[in-house]
């Protein structure tokens, strides 16, 4: 999967998407104009030339992880849904976060973190997490796991096999699990069980090292962890995303295209190459080929991977509702003409467009305001003034141009 820069699709991602197929696109706060802008790309997305519709994601918890803000309602940090302890609280919160996620065509959303905040120095997840109690976090997560995906969105539990008892951040470096083996399958493992008992659409795994099981590699790209561990130990036989590859924890070590395909053989299903970079998504597809045709990377383990995701979009995608490009107002036509390998919209339409002299779209009131959301929406769930004063004001506010986090 692949980030890009700017507020369209570019010519070059589409190409990308004709020539070797994508998992699908990350929406980051770089590519955030307006809720119709995003409508308009996601309808892109769906529309590009692939045997398989692509996922629309994005990163979006609430607090300082949320690539969009307002309009889009700005949800505290999840330690304060977490200071609840009301799972009928989490199950209200991920429906209007679906709704308004869905009302622009996102399909997929990287949350719930499933981490167990129980180091007070981890500044990566601190109140990105939901509790520092594994039952609790269980409870909640799966909450907002049943939601979401009731809603129609697809979700996906994070980090495995745990990064909440870290120091080092793995955007920056590379982080050590201290913790031995039976501690970890009692508590950091016990979000990611209950997940896959609620059949969550997909785990993403961790840049993390975790000695207790004889490793020295991240977690993304030891099999030890993602194929034993994961895979047969908890039984997950769905779905899994790596983290971001051009994370340091990772792109400081070795090539991106060398550790993507290091992440397939390991068990990894879908690895996000996020920048925007097209140079390196190129090679990282090409070296992920080239593995294949050298019998280096397993082709049944290539085949394996893209039956996860084919069997993934099919549950989860065909959740979704079949058009919401018309909930937006947006025209399909013009859609579809706007995309770089199209050709432009039929004559009829060109012709009633011109003569009348309408915008490019149809404004009504957005889907996710017709359904009592937006910056009101923290209020109507019980999470407004209180849950501000308690976080201190507006929630994970960034400086301008910082990289994000996933």
């Given at each position: 999967m692949a980030g890009f820069d700017g507020y369209q699709l570019p010519v070059e991602l589409a190409s990308l998407a004709r020539e070797f197929s994508l998992?699908?696109?990350?929406?980051?706060?770089?590519?955030?104009?307006?809720?119709?802008?995003?409508?308009?790309?996601?309808?892109?997305?769906?529309?590009?030339?692939?045997?398989?519709?692509?996922?629309?994601?994005?990163d979006q918890e609430g607090g300082r992880v949320a690539r969009f803000k307002r309009p889009f309602t700005e949800w505290p940090p999840m330690a304060t849904l977490g200071r609840s302890g009301d799972p009928a609280l989490a199950r209200r919160f991920a429906t209007a976060l679906a709704a308004e996620l869905g009302a622009v065509g996102v399909t997929l959303d990287f949350a719930p973190?499933?981490?167990?905040f129980t180091n007070e120095k981890n500044t990566v997840?601190?109140?990105?997490?939901?509790?520092?109690?594994?039952?609790?976090?269980?409870?909640?997560?799966?909450?907002?796991?049943?939601?979401?995906?009731?809603?129609?969105?697809?979700?996906?539990?994070?980090?495995?096999?745990?990064?909440?008892?870290?120091?080092?951040?793995?955007?920056?470096?590379?982080?050590?699990?201290?913790?031995e083996a039976p501690?970890?399958?009692?508590?950091?493992?016990?979000?990611?069980?209950a997940a896959i008992k609620a059949d969550?659409?997909?785990?993403?795994?961790?840049?993390?090292?975790?000695?207790?099981?004889?490793?020295?590699?991240?977690?993304t790209l030891s099999k030890t962890m993602i194929d034993g561990i994961l895979r047969n130990e908890l039984g997950w036989k769905g779905l899994v995303f790596t983290d971001d590859m051009e994370m340091k924890a990772i792109a400081a070590r070795m090539p991106v295209p060398e550790a993507a395909v290091k992440a397939i053989a390991a068990g990894c299903d879908v690895v996000l190459v996020c920048s925007g970079n097209h140079d390196l998504q190129v090679a990282t597809l090409e070296a992920l080929i080239r593995a294949v045709e050298q019998?280096?990377?397993?082709?049944?383990?290539?085949?394996?991977?893209?039956?996860?995701?084919?069997?993934?979009?099919?549950?989860?995608?065909?959740?979704?509702?079949?058009?919401?490009?018309?909930?937006?107002?947006?025209?399909p036509h013009l859609l579809r003409?706007?995309?770089?390998?199209?050709a432009e919209a039929p004559r009829r339409h060109r012709q009633r467009a011109t003569a009348d002299r309408k915008p490019r779209f149809r404004r009504p009131r957005p889907a996710f305001q017709r359904a009592g959301l937006g910056s009101g929406g923290q209020r109507a769930l019980g999470l407004g003034k209180a849950a501000r004063s308690r976080r201190g004001g507006r929630c994970g506010r960034r400086r301008r141009g910082s990289r994000g986090w996933s």
């Open positions: 998992g699908g696109l990350v929406f980051f706060r770089r590519n955030v104009e307006e809720p119709m802008q995003l409508a308009e790309v996601a309808w892109q997305a769906r529309e590009l030339e692939q045997p398989q519709q692509p996922w629309v994601a994005v973190v499933l981490d167990i997840i601190g109140d990105r997490a939901l509790a520092s109690d594994a039952a609790l976090v269980s409870s909640l997560g799966v909450a907002i796991i049943e939601a979401l995906q009731g809603a129609g969105l697809a979700a996906c539990g994070k980090h495995f096999p745990g990064h909440g008892d870290t120091l080092a951040d793995s955007h920056h470096d590379l982080p050590i699990v201290e913790h501690r970890l399958r009692e508590v950091e493992f016990a979000p990611f069980r969550v659409a997909s785990l993403m795994s961790a840049h993390v090292v975790v000695p207790a099981f004889g490793e020295s590699q991240p977690a019998e280096e990377l397993p082709y049944g383990r290539v085949e394996e991977a893209l039956a996860h995701q084919r069997a993934a979009k099919e549950r989860k995608l065909a959740q979704t509702r079949a058009d919401r490009g018309d909930e937006l107002g947006l025209d003409a706007s995309q770089p390998h199209r």
